[in-house]
């Protein structure tokens, strides 16, 4: 049996550079390369025309650059947009552009689902079916780019959020060489600060990421103690709050002006009363951040509901009179599904975690 060809979005500029010097080339062919894929959108090998014919076609034969098929283009009322792509037979997943004045900010997936079942997530309520390829999650940029138009003087896109589908850290080892290729000169050249990272708290990947990346952290908290945020993350039974605030001090730690962005989905009669306001503010007081408020987005089959606005300015005044940067997300997509917490995609899932939506109990209102 014949191996797969090897798909050249697979790799990061060191990993190709040794994939070309292994296959008996110049390292510098792999410049060549990444400028043909990531800045001209190039996928055709014979179209590399500094690649003598030979190359051109020996790279055919053994390399591929395949993405993924784009199946659906929605765009919001808003200007949000969201491409659905085809990764296989069975599964599809959701990449979101959201358009504002002065940025421009992709949301991107890294899996197929997710397998963490945060009980108020419309992705972890549809269960889970395998980890995003390095090519998969950094074709996602490269569909929409070209989507829009964008280049290194048209920049549409500012800023890359890995917060789509998904729990990146838990992919630790493909999502790596696909934040290199975002940050990468001759990739899509974006600021280390540009391009953040969002996990649910798996703490010891954050601390690689911290020695492997220099990019921006967000972490999904949610509760301000380990009771809540056990019924509404369940990794904090793994992680608890204390070793999640731990490693997030580490990181920003030696890094001047390096502020945490701590996302706070603001859940009605939950975790949006004004005493776990206060206990939030308690809680980080030593830690450079900035506190996110995103009101609940509803979805088929929750059973929680979205605060009130009185609720979410109480909660964000609380924040701010503790000296915080805190600010609410303005929803964004929610008539194409496109919002915070609605990423859901198509796919099989193989823990049948969708199966069970409706039979889970209430989380105690508190």
Known sequence: MTNPKKNLLDYDRLQLEKLFTDFGEQRFRATQAMKWIYGDYQLDFQQFTNFSKTLRDKMAAHFNTAVPELVSEHQSTDGTIKWLLKMDSDNAIE???????????LCVSSQVGCSLNCTFCATGAQGFNRHLTTAEIIAQVWVAAKQLNHSHKNRRITNVVMMGMGEPLANYERVLPALNIMRDDFGFGFANKRVTVSTSGLVPQIRQLNADADVSLAVSLHAPTDELREQLVPLNKKYNIASL????????ADKKKARITFEYTVIGDVNDGAEQARALT??????????NLIPFNPFPGTRYKSPSAKKVDQFKEICMAAGYICTVRKTRGDDIAAACGQ??????????????ITKKIPLEVR
């Open 95 to 105: 990449t979101v552009y959201i358009p504002e004045k002065n940025r421009g900010t």
């Open 245 to 252: 605030l731990a490693a997030c001090r580490e990181f920003v």
């Open 282 to 291: 308690r809680l980080l007081r030593d830690i450079p951040c900035k506190i």
């Open 343 to 356: 990423l859901a995609g198509e796919f099989m899932d193989r823990t049948r975690r969708s199966a069970n």
